[in-house]
Antibody, heavy 121, light 110 residues
Framework: QVQLVQSGAEVKKPGASVKVSCKASGYTFTSYGISWVRQAPGQGLEWMGWISAYNGNTNYAQKLQGRVTMTTDTSTSTAYMELRSLRSDDTAVYYC??????????????WGQGTLVTVSS | EIVLTQSPGTLSLSPGERATLSCRASQSVSSSYLAWYQQKPGQAPRLLIYGASSRATGIPDRFSGSGSGTDFTLTISRLEPEDFAVYYCQQYGSSPPEFTFGPGTKVDIK
């Protein structure tokens, strides 16, 4: 079955960086994109960006431009999201999701289990 | 930038009742680019509806989506105990090219 498995929880100090991984299985990795979405405690969903696993093209949320980098390793079917210059308001659960984005449709399915990133001094 | 508004914020209903959730966009959205997700506490979101009205694989037919332009609706025909959750709508806009989520509607047990 299609599955995305994310790396474990992280605790970081303000100003540091974090890199979260998302390993895909059960489908042809390069046929879809990977999108990253975060959710602060008790809050809603915030889209962070998208990467094509086919050609590595990226599209980041304007709010995070310059602080976030998304990459993929097609040899291991793994996607990565790195967030730099961490602040306390970056504390959130970070999700990856298989993403379909074409001229006729968009959807995110399935989602990884989530990775809690805590930013605290 | 397109902003999505969901109403009501909380919907208190009993099992067996019908739930009608609204998602309104600040400007017209292509129906192809409107999706709905369900999220239960401590779990990742799950895709319910894409293309405004197409059910995702494995989603029961008590879930249906409709709408166009700026007004979209998710309907749960008869609430089952497992349907009490938070529901988010999502859209893709091209200017700027970003995905956005609505703030969510919580469906809880009355």
């Amino acid at each position: 079955q299609v599955q995305l498995v994310q790396s474990g929880a992280e605790v970081k100090k303000p100003g540091a960086s974090v890199k979260v991984s998302c390993k895909a299985s059960g489908y042809t990795f390069t046929s879809y994109g990977i999108s990253w979405v975060r959710q602060a405690p008790g809050q809603g969903l915030e889209w962070m960006g998208w990467i094509s696993a086919y050609n590595g093209n990226t599209n980041y949320a304007q709010k995070l431009q310059g602080r976030v980098t998304m990459t993929t390793d097609t040899s291991t079917s793994t996607a990565y999201m790195e967030l730099r210059s961490l602040r306390s308001d970056d504390t959130a659960v970070y999700y990856c999701a298989r993403a379909k984005a074409t001229v006729t449709t968009i959807w995110f399915d399935p989602w990884g289990q989530g990775t809690l990133v805590t930013v605290s001094s | 930038e397109i902003v999505l508004t969901q109403s009501p914020g909380t919907l208190s209903l009993s099992p067996g009742e019908r739930a009608t959730l609204s998602c309104r966009a600040s400007q017209s959205v292509s129906s192809s680019y409107l999706a709905w997700y369900q999220q239960k506490p401590g779990q990742a979101p799950r895709l319910l509806i894409y293309g405004a009205s197409s059910r995702a694989t494995g989603i029961p037919d008590r879930f249906s989506g409709s709408g166009s332009g700026t007004d979209f609706t998710l309907t749960i025909s008869r609430l089952e105990p497992e349907d009490f959750a938070v529901y988010y709508c999502q859209q893709y806009g091209s200017s700027p090219p970003e995905f956005t989520f609505g703030p969510g509607t919580k469906v809880d047990i009355k």
